[in-house]
């Protein structure tokens, strides 16, 4: 064999090679964050705000993980307009929005939800003051 044939078969397995690679890049789906990630990032400060103003509360919802549910506990006061949304980083179809009224105790199945992580984002009113509190939970 000499110099010719082992440069074409060098250059044809590299270039199969990045051939297979792309092509399998390209079969991956990824998801955004969010859709409106833009319009999100220009109300970041908001959104930092109503962080500081949830942080401020001496008594804050709860978000417990055990067995069988989600729990959502609403303390005595005047919490409005509560919303949790859980979303999952990997997969934007299994993305699931609660509204809370009118009690002081809500069940989330865990059943109803795909195992792996999710993030927790609970936002809701205080003396009209928007507040949100964001954590991870994995089911």
Known sequence: MNWGKGIVIGMATFMTFIIVLVVG???NRVDLESEDYYKR??????????????????????????????????PEGEFKKIELHLSRPN???MDKLFKIEGTKSFLI???????????????????????LQKESVTI
């Not at 993980?65 to 506990?73: D, P, Q, T, Y």
């Not at 109803?112 to 928007?130: A, F, H, I, Q, R």
């Open 25 to 27: 890049l390209m079969m």
């Open 41 to 74: 990032e220009i109300n970041y400060q908001q959104e930092i705000t109503a962080q500081e103003n949830a942080n401020k509360l001496e008594s804050k919802i709860e978000i417990i993980s055990n067995a069988e549910f989600l729990v959502v506990k609403v």
């Open 91 to 93: 997969d934007q179809k």
């Open 109 to 131: 199945n865990k059943k109803e939800l795909e195992k792996g992580l999710y993030t927790v984002e609970l936002s809701y009113m205080v003396d009209n003051k928007p507040c």
